[in-house]
């Protein structure tokens, strides 16, 4: 009942140009995916471009971010609306990599994630514990405190819109993936977690994805357990061939 989605971060890479390259040769490689939501996330530049480029295809687009006030003086920041403008239906929220470099906290992911769902985008919201976090044995509290306070006070209706990614940092573009077992380990205590903080139902219904070295080789394992319904793809979403194989999984 949850349809599983595969979603392409592709960060601070490629031009234009290469990106509409990028997803002209995916969108027929993907064609006849079915049962799967596909989204892929090109730098904001590239973004107006790709959607047009993406139009009658199975591809969703993402923007890697947002700011959370609709306009104003605001230098160099983008609004939630533009990006649905822009063609969006997705934004990622919260990267750790927006954590660790740009001082994005859980009170300004809460803010975007907010502002992003009001704009009537979905919120692909990223969790992570460190790998310092994870050797004390600090991955749970980590996660609960970063999903509670990037979540704080949505509606139940709000969870329509929200995706929720756990990438552990160890496993981002170091080819270290979390075994099988150790996501579901963490997938499980999110949704548990969700269950008791809203309700059931939006545990139930909503997709955890998993992200940290997604490869076509290890997306078959990941994807078989029961509580991992999607992934978030860096290296391997920016080529056609490996990001069309990591959505093939179940085929
Ligand atoms: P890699 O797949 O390159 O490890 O990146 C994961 C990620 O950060 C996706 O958001």
């Known amino acids: 009942m949850r349809i599983p989605v595969i979603a392409g971060n592709w960060k601070l890479f490629k031009t234009i140009h290469e990106s509409v390259a990028l997803v002209q040769e995916l969108a027929p490689l993907v064609a006849n995916s079915t049962g799967v939501e596909i989204v ?59 954590r660790q470099y740009f001082g994005e906290t859980d009170i300004t992911v809460n803010r975007k994630v907010k502002a992003a769902i009001a704009a009537g985008l979905s919120a692909i919201v990223c969790v992570g514990e460190s790998l310092m976090e994870r050797e004390s044995e ?24 929200v995706v929720i990614a756990y990438e552990p940092v160890w496993a981002i573009g170091t080819g270290k993936t979390a075994s099988d077992a150790q996501a579901q380990e963490v997938h499980v205590f999110i949704r548990s977690l969700i269950g008791r ?18 490869k076509p080789d290890n997306v078959k394992g ?13 290296g391997a979403s920016l080529k056609a061939e490996s990001f069309a194989a990591i959505a093939a999984f179940n085929g």
């Open 222 to 234: 990941l994807m078989s357990q029961p509580d991992i319904d999607g992934a978030l793809v860096g």
């Open 138 to 161: 600090q991955t749970f509290s980590v996660i609960e405190a970063q999903i509670q306070g990037s979540l704080a006070g949505l509606t139940e209706a709000d969870f329509a819109h």
């Open 40 to 98: 892929v996330a090109p730098v904001f530049t590239a973004l107006s471009r790709v959607a047009d480029a993406v139009k009658g295809s199975e591809i969703k687009l993402a923007a890697q971010d947002c700011y959370w006030e609709e306009e104003g003086a605001f230098t160099g920041e983008v609004a939630p609306k533009l990006l649905k403008d822009a063609g969006c239906s997705h934004v990622i929220i919260g990267h750790s990599e927006r």
């Open 197 to 214: 903080l809203f309700s059931q139902s939006v545990a139930d219904a909503l997709r955890i994805l998993y992200g940290g070295s997604v």
